[in-house]
Protein backbone atom coordinates (compact mmCIF):
# COMPACT_ATOMS: atom_id res chain seq x y z
CA UNK A 1 0.00 0.00 0.00
CA UNK A 2 1.00 3.13 -0.91
CA UNK A 3 -0.74 6.44 0.30
CA UNK A 4 -0.48 9.96 -0.36
CA UNK A 5 -2.40 12.42 2.32
CA UNK A 6 -3.11 16.31 0.00
CA UNK A 7 -4.25 18.91 2.37
CA UNK A 8 -4.70 22.67 3.22
CA UNK A 9 -4.64 23.81 6.54
CA UNK A 10 -4.24 27.65 6.36
CA UNK A 11 -5.75 30.10 9.40
CA UNK A 12 -5.54 27.86 12.94
CA UNK A 13 -3.56 24.65 11.88
CA UNK A 14 -6.71 22.84 12.82
CA UNK A 15 -6.68 20.52 9.71
CA UNK A 16 -2.67 20.06 10.25
CA UNK A 17 -3.38 18.48 13.31
CA UNK A 18 -5.82 16.10 12.03
CA UNK A 19 -3.40 15.47 8.42
CA UNK A 20 -0.47 14.23 10.57
CA UNK A 21 -2.66 11.66 12.62
CA UNK A 22 -3.99 10.07 9.30
CA UNK A 23 -0.76 10.11 7.18
CA UNK A 24 1.18 8.82 10.38
CA UNK A 25 -1.00 5.85 11.04
CA UNK A 26 -0.81 5.30 6.96
CA UNK A 27 2.73 5.97 6.90
CA UNK A 28 1.62 8.23 3.94
CA UNK A 29 3.32 11.04 2.42
CA UNK A 30 2.22 14.25 3.29
CA UNK A 31 2.08 17.31 0.98
CA UNK A 32 0.24 20.19 -0.20
CA UNK A 33 -1.77 20.59 -2.96
CA UNK A 34 0.69 22.56 -4.98
CA UNK A 35 3.43 19.52 -4.17
CA UNK A 36 1.45 16.78 -6.03
CA UNK A 37 2.31 15.81 -9.34
CA UNK A 38 0.64 13.38 -11.55
CA UNK A 39 3.75 10.80 -10.92
CA UNK A 40 2.91 10.68 -7.45
CA UNK A 41 -1.03 10.05 -7.92
CA UNK A 42 -0.78 7.09 -10.49
CA UNK A 43 2.15 5.64 -7.86
CA UNK A 44 -0.15 5.89 -5.04
CA UNK A 45 -3.51 3.24 -3.93
CA UNK A 46 -5.15 5.42 -1.71
CA UNK A 47 -5.52 9.24 -2.00
CA UNK A 48 -6.58 11.49 0.85
CA UNK A 49 -7.82 15.18 0.82
CA UNK A 50 -8.16 17.28 3.61
CA UNK A 51 -9.00 21.06 4.36
CA UNK A 52 -10.97 23.23 6.64
CA UNK A 53 -14.59 24.08 5.35
CA UNK A 54 -14.62 27.69 3.75
CA UNK A 55 -18.14 28.87 3.28
CA UNK A 56 -19.39 25.23 3.12
CA UNK A 57 -16.36 23.56 0.85
CA UNK A 58 -13.16 22.30 1.10
CA UNK A 59 -10.03 25.03 0.40
CA UNK A 60 -10.34 26.21 -3.40
CA UNK A 61 -6.51 24.79 -4.02
CA UNK A 62 -7.88 21.15 -3.71
CA UNK A 63 -10.75 21.53 -5.94
CA UNK A 64 -8.46 23.22 -8.71
CA UNK A 65 -5.51 20.01 -7.87
CA UNK A 66 -8.63 17.46 -8.76
CA UNK A 67 -9.68 19.40 -11.73
CA UNK A 68 -5.96 18.99 -13.12
CA UNK A 69 -5.45 15.66 -12.37
CA UNK A 70 -5.96 12.94 -15.21
CA UNK A 71 -6.35 8.93 -15.25
CA UNK A 72 -7.54 8.53 -11.86
CA UNK A 73 -10.37 6.00 -13.09
CA UNK A 74 -10.91 3.77 -9.78
CA UNK A 75 -8.62 5.05 -7.54
CA UNK A 76 -9.11 4.86 -3.93
CA UNK A 77 -9.73 8.13 -1.69
CA UNK A 78 -11.04 9.50 1.07
CA UNK A 79 -11.99 12.59 2.46
CA UNK A 80 -11.16 15.00 5.69
CA UNK A 81 -11.95 18.24 7.44
CA UNK A 82 -12.33 20.34 10.22
CA UNK A 83 -14.97 23.50 10.66
CA UNK A 84 -16.42 25.06 13.34
CA UNK A 85 -19.40 22.41 13.33
CA UNK A 86 -17.89 19.54 12.41
CA UNK A 87 -20.21 18.50 10.29
CA UNK A 88 -19.17 15.39 7.50
CA UNK A 89 -22.02 16.88 5.31
CA UNK A 90 -19.53 19.54 4.46
CA UNK A 91 -18.00 16.41 2.58
CA UNK A 92 -20.18 15.64 0.63
CA UNK A 93 -19.73 18.42 -2.49
CA UNK A 94 -16.02 17.43 -2.57
CA UNK A 95 -16.86 13.59 -2.13
CA UNK A 96 -19.33 14.38 -5.15
CA UNK A 97 -16.46 16.06 -7.48
CA UNK A 98 -14.07 13.25 -6.41
CA UNK A 99 -16.51 10.40 -7.73
CA UNK A 100 -17.05 12.47 -11.45
CA UNK A 101 -13.19 12.89 -11.46
CA UNK A 102 -13.44 8.84 -11.26
CA UNK A 103 -11.86 8.49 -7.63
CA UNK A 104 -13.86 5.46 -5.41
CA UNK A 105 -14.39 7.12 -2.05
CA UNK A 106 -14.10 4.91 0.74
CA UNK A 107 -14.15 7.33 3.57
CA UNK A 108 -15.23 10.75 5.05
CA UNK A 109 -14.09 12.33 8.32
CA UNK A 110 -14.46 15.48 10.11
CA UNK A 111 -13.96 17.02 13.50
CA UNK A 112 -14.54 20.18 14.90
CA UNK A 113 -11.80 22.99 14.86
CA UNK A 114 -11.66 26.30 16.26
CA UNK A 115 -13.40 29.35 14.19
CA UNK A 116 -12.53 32.34 14.52
CA UNK A 117 -14.06 33.62 11.61
CA UNK A 118 -16.79 35.55 10.64
CA UNK A 119 -19.24 36.69 13.17
CA UNK A 120 -17.91 34.21 16.15
CA UNK A 121 -14.80 36.39 15.52
CA UNK A 122 -16.64 38.84 17.84
CA UNK A 123 -17.38 36.21 20.24
CA UNK A 124 -14.07 35.13 20.89
CA UNK A 125 -14.57 32.34 18.25
CA UNK A 126 -16.22 28.60 18.62
CA UNK A 127 -14.15 25.31 19.41
CA UNK A 128 -11.06 26.57 21.27
CA UNK A 129 -8.55 23.89 22.20
CA UNK A 130 -10.39 21.49 18.89
CA UNK A 131 -9.22 19.25 17.53
CA UNK A 132 -8.48 17.90 20.72
CA UNK A 133 -7.65 14.13 22.08
CA UNK A 134 -10.93 13.12 21.88
CA UNK A 135 -11.36 13.85 17.92
CA UNK A 136 -6.83 12.68 17.34
CA UNK A 137 -8.29 9.35 18.57
CA UNK A 138 -10.99 9.35 16.65
CA UNK A 139 -8.93 10.41 13.58
CA UNK A 140 -6.52 7.90 14.43
CA UNK A 141 -9.59 5.21 14.43
CA UNK A 142 -10.36 6.46 11.07
CA UNK A 143 -7.51 6.01 9.38
CA UNK A 144 -6.78 2.19 10.54
CA UNK A 145 -10.22 1.66 9.18
CA UNK A 146 -8.90 2.79 5.82
CA UNK A 147 -6.09 0.51 5.96
CA UNK A 148 -8.95 -2.28 5.32
CA UNK A 149 -10.11 -0.09 2.33
CA UNK A 150 -7.38 -0.98 -0.26
Same mark, same amino acid.
Request: charged share 25%; proline share 2%.
Given at each position: MKALVVYNSIAQGNTAKIAKVIARVLEAKLLKP???????? @???????FGSGIYFQKHHRSLHTLVAQ? =????????????? =?????????????????? @????????? =????FDGYGFVKHLGGVNKGRPDEEDIHKAEAFAESLKTAY
Open positions: SEISEEMV @RECSLMGL =SDVEGKKAFIFST =SGWGNTKYNEPFSRLLVA @RGFKVVGSF =SCKG
